[in-house]
């Protein structure tokens, strides 16, 4: 059965490779993803996005929360990526509790989504880590109204694989997700307002046994979401009132308890933006917002509760001129954030301000640059940032691409346990976990250089080569040890964190895309990424993420009434340091190396009634492997999906 499963593998890759994609895709360190782009791959979640992206290392224990970062630069502390809906920053993180789940409007309402891992100056500061920027689409002509609806179940029986040696225990359903859309467009005005909800059953037995300590009944993950969006545009003026909510009730994993914990999540954001076009040919905008951040009491057994609550405003006013030779920017930040809870020891105030300018311009007729700077102050604390990005045209099939950055980072950037564990906050110590900071945090400092070169040749295939070097100082790490009580069902140890971690790293990547015909199109993609040097606690750190990857996306489409989506993804295995004492103490139920895998996810969509009627069934995990990405996480097998949504305008 082994080498079947070789053979059925074997050909869809062959398949999947005689097919391509535009050039558009290959672009400097980000990919840009439609809403049609999405509805094709089967995206019902956004953390399913994590499924499909190349660039990017995601880890979940419940199939359903997502930590993650770019793959090059795996994540040191809280969910540092930026989030951003039409240019404004988003805050929902606490404790680094963070989920692309949360986003706070609904697939329904995404045009386009901008995927990216190098810096990136937006919302008025350089990214470090890359990040994720929505846009969501205008409100088309009078009264339009959409709505979708799908579920899913994991799957072995009944299915296909019934009688065979891939079959597998059917679990609880996974939804129903609902989402609705209603908008309404005017000459000079429009308005747009969504809400979603999902929900998700845990009931793999490799959680199900910690959930039972903090959930006495079954245990369901659900989460509401809603915006409200209202535009106005009048000559050079533009004006945008946005409102976010986000309502969470999640059984999270909190590394230093060592076990879920059941949390309720409340986020609210109001932002004004307003744009004047100025008579030089300039561009003047402003961004205002507020927002309420909650972890709120929930009753947990024991009872654990983190009741932290903060408040932000975020000021942005920037200028942007446009000239014949070069168009600059500049403009600054102000940000302040005030933090309380009954654990922390008063009122924890931090104030940010941040100076930033971009400048790009032409060398060369084949040379152009861009330099973009910024400094930060805040906490008592001093950063710099800078990053110059060039562009060299060799004829007409030959680019090459080169980015140089050097980011610094305050330790109060980061809303994560480490951070405010050092200012204060302390939960009780009969709540049994022991964490302790070795050295204090530290501002950290990062340089990155990357060379891409792109190959355009009048064939309907494309190519680019990336190669990328990472050094990296003051680096929170995190070491420890984890123990299995197997007649408590209980995990416990010991974790330390340092300020002072180093070190560095090489990512290559090579990129292929093809197009036989204008319907069928695939991208490939290999890479390799690893650690050079650095300390003990960096070789863990590095041994959690794989060192090779291999993916070939696959697409057909005829006229935008039927399509075809095929996903084969690769990487090599993991090993978890950590967890080591955990695979024998459970007598190999948790296992401390994860091995290599390989997942193959199938999307078919057929439109009705002129694209008004859309419906989907998407199959995750065709050959039913044995799928996971943490030691302690559930295992996901075979799960079908249908989707139906309904687009009335």
């Known amino acids: ?19 391509g994609e535009d050039v558009t895709a290959l672009s400097e360190n980000s990919s840009l993803l439609t809403t049609a782009d999405l509805d094709r791959a089967g995206i019902m979640r956004p953390n399913d996005l994590f499924e499909i ?51 706070p409007i609904t697939l329904n309402r995404i045009d386009t989504v901008e995927i990216f891992t190098a810096p990136r100056l937006i919302s008025g500061e350089l990214t470090q880590n890359g990040g994720f920027h929505f846009r969501t ?82 245990p369901k993950i659900k989460a509401l979401t809603n915006s409200l969006t209202l535009r106005q545009k009048t000559g050079r003026w533009r004006n945008e009132l946005q409102w976010f909510g986000v309502i969470s009730e999640n059984y999270l994993f909190f590394k230093p308890a060592l076990r879920e914990l059941r949390t309720r999540h409340s986020a609210v954001q109001l932002s004004w933006k307003l744009r004047h076009q100025l008579k030089d040919r300039g561009l003047f905008s402003l961004q205002v917002g507020l927002n309420e951040n909650a972890l709120a009491k929930q009753v947990n057994l024991p009872d654990i509760n983190f009741d932290l609550y903060q408040r932000s405003i975020r000021i942005v006013a920037d200028v942007i001129r446009q000239e014949p030779v070069f168009t600059n920017r500049y403009g600054i930040r102000l940000q302040r954030k005030q933090t309380r809870s009954p654990h922390l020891d008063g009122q924890l105030n931090t104030t940010w301000i941040t100076l930033f300018e971009s400048l790009s311009y032409p060398v060369t007729a084949a040379l152009g640059q861009s330099v973009q700077l910024a ?23 030959h680019q090459l691409v080169s980015t140089l950055s050097f980011l610094g980072q305050l330790p109060g950037e980061h809303d994560d346990y480490a951070y405010f564990f050092e200012k204060g906050y302390a939960l009780p110590e009969e709540y049994n976990w022991d964490y302790s900071l070795q050295s204090p945090l530290k501002s950290s400092r990062k340089l990155q250089g990357t060379v891409s070169w792109y190959y355009h040749p009048p064939r309907p295939y494309d190519l680019k080569i990336t190669l990328e070097y990472g050094r990296f100082r003051n680096i929170y790490l995190e070491t420890g040890t984890v123990h299995f009580d197997s007649t408590l069902f209980n995990l416990s140890g010991v974790t330390v964190g340092s300020g002072n971690g180093s070190y560095e790293t090489f990512t290559a990547g090579i990129y292929l895309n093809y197009r036989l015909t204008p319907d069928l199109k695939t ?27 291999f993916s070939s996306k696959t697409e057909y489409e005829n006229a935008g009434h039927f399509s075809l989506w095929l996903l084969i993804a690769w990487q090599s295995r993991t090993r ?74």
């Open 1 to 19: 059965m082994k080498s079947r499963r070789f053979q059925i593998l074997l050909l869809l890759f062959l398949v999947s490779s005689l097919f």
């Open 53 to 103: 992206l190349d660039q990017w290392q995601a880890v979940t224990l419940d199939g359903y929360t997502y930590s993650a970062s770019p793959w090059g630069s795996p994540m040191t502390r809280a969910e540092s990526w930026s989030l951003t809906i039409d240019g404004i920053r988003i805050e929902n993180q606490l404790l680094g509790f963070n989920s692309l789940n949360l986003l």
């Open 137 to 218: 689409a205008p409100a088309p002509p009078n009264l339009s109204i959409r709505g979708s609806f799908h579920i899913g179940n994991e799957t072995g029986d009944p299915g296909p694989f019934r009688y065979t040696e891939y079959s597998s225990i059917n679990i609880d359903k996974i939804g129903p997700d609902l989402a609705a859309a209603v908008s309404y467009g005017g000459k000079t005005w429009e308005f747009l307002s969504d809400i979603g909800f999902q929900q998700y059953f845990p009931t793999d037995e490799k959680i199900i046994g910690r959930l039972r300590k903090v959930a006495p009944d079954s």
């Open 375 to 397: 400094a930060n102050a805040g906490d008592g604390n001093l950063t710099g940032n800078a990053l110059l990005t060039t562009k060299l045209h060799l004829g007409r099939e």
């Open 523 to 549: 991208k490939l993609f290999t890479g390799y990424t690893g650690r050079i040097r650095g300390d003990q606690a960096s070789r863990s750190l590095f041994s959690k993420i794989p060192s090779y990857k």
């Open 576 to 649: 978890w340091p950590d967890f080591e004492e955990v695979s024998s103490e459970s007598s190999g139920f948790y296992q401390s190396e994860i091995p290599s895998q390989t997942n193959i996810d199938f999307a078919v969509q057929k439109s009705f009634w002129r694209e008004k009627l859309v419906t989907s069934l998407i199959v995750s995990n065709v050959l039913n492997e044995d799928l996971y990405s943490h030691p302690v996480g559930s295992v996901q097998h075979l799960s079908l999906f249908i989707r139906i949504a309904l687009k009335l305008s």
